[in-house]
């Protein structure tokens, strides 16, 4: 099985990715899991709930979560864009079904109600967040899809032990997600040709990270590329042995990210 | 199999039906067919996109989906109001996976790109229009699921031959959906006891009707409740044998429609 991650990026090419996850069923089954960033942004601030980002103390940035927030998480994840990118899937011929994180309690995360955030040279904690890591994939039903020949295409949330729907970080819930069915290899789609030394130099691609090399490539990553990063070490942590960063806007996006034209992982 | 079709009303009372549900479970598995219409209309003119209702030249009132109006379709539907619903029935104790007409290329309809509508005396096409019947149900994905023991809960889209996201009449689709899968009892719960000789007198509920005499009902039905009887006179034609109408309100909503407490039609 061949886990592909797509970022939540307006420009990326569905139909290229389509096409090429196509090439690839004939040899190995298929699960994605995408975001919906770049939507959610656009349509939160059109309801006029601008998204709120926070920084925790270490520097990683991410979007607090109330009930408001949550509301308009869901229309853009599982909403328009899960079920826009399963349609294009499926006009590409791949045999797609939907999921969010809480369906078949597929993502199980624990709630972080208070986060720690920096606020000016200070850390405080803001509570009322609805957001949370997955600690728990509970693979059963991607089993059942994949033996009955579907393609599995899941979006956050997720679901608390106590069951309310959660943000999560993607790129650990991939990381999970990839574990529980023991897969090997991971393609992640964004919108650059890879990890980049310079951001605004795509001509400083960093073609290939060792595994063990990996922390000291954070100095070079900024934003939500620090995810990115911390995703692919927990990945490597649980068995994961290549992960493939690609330009999710080129032509052949997967195929291009499987031949090691992005930054590879290993 | 009992198939469970919800309204897209506010005032359900989503807990009860989920008690009910795994009471049910005990003895049969379960789908659940259900609406978002309130919360998408709500929703619509949030973002300032009154939904438009037509009416027929039959005078069976539809709304009418351009390109914004389906997307904030698919906000409501698979996004908020699916989701949501998963995380209740979940939180009740049912093995939910939320589903949309789309995955698994589970309905597919035939678009109706322009529609006869009344307008003043005259009936005129209105073109662009993202809706159509369903009138092909894929049911391996339902089998897959319900042979794995997960209750599927289904709301629109459908999907057109052509790829496209199509908005669609849910009653029909019920109906196909339980042919599909030679169900042959099926419950409809919405916001009144059952079928009304007068809608604004809930003592007048008619008790039983016999599937034979069910078109002379169309009298008393208004406005969508006429889709309603549509849909049950479809459903008895392709082998369902008793429909359940109930109150989507009370504390025990399909139990108590099962028992009779609502209309049954056979």
Redesign the interface.
Known sequence: VLLIKIGGGKNLNWEGIGRDITVILGDEPVIVIHGANAFRGG?AC??GHTPRTVVSPSGVPSVYSDDAAM?VF???????V???L???L??SGV??????G????LWVAKAKKAIPVRDGGKTRLLEGNLSGRVDRVNS??LR??LD?G?TPVISP?A?SE????LNTDNDHAAALTAASLSITRMVSLFEAPGLLRDPDDEASLVPRIPGRDLESFREFARGRMQRKIMGAAKALELGVRSIYWGDGRGPHPVLDALEGRGTVIE
């Open positions: 349509l059109r309801l509301e869901l229309m853009a994840y599982p909403g328009v899960n079920t826009r399963v349609a294009a499926r006009r045999d797609a079904v939907g999921l969010s809480v369906d078949g309690g059963r039903l059942g899809l009955l579907f949330p679901l106590e069951g309310e729907v």
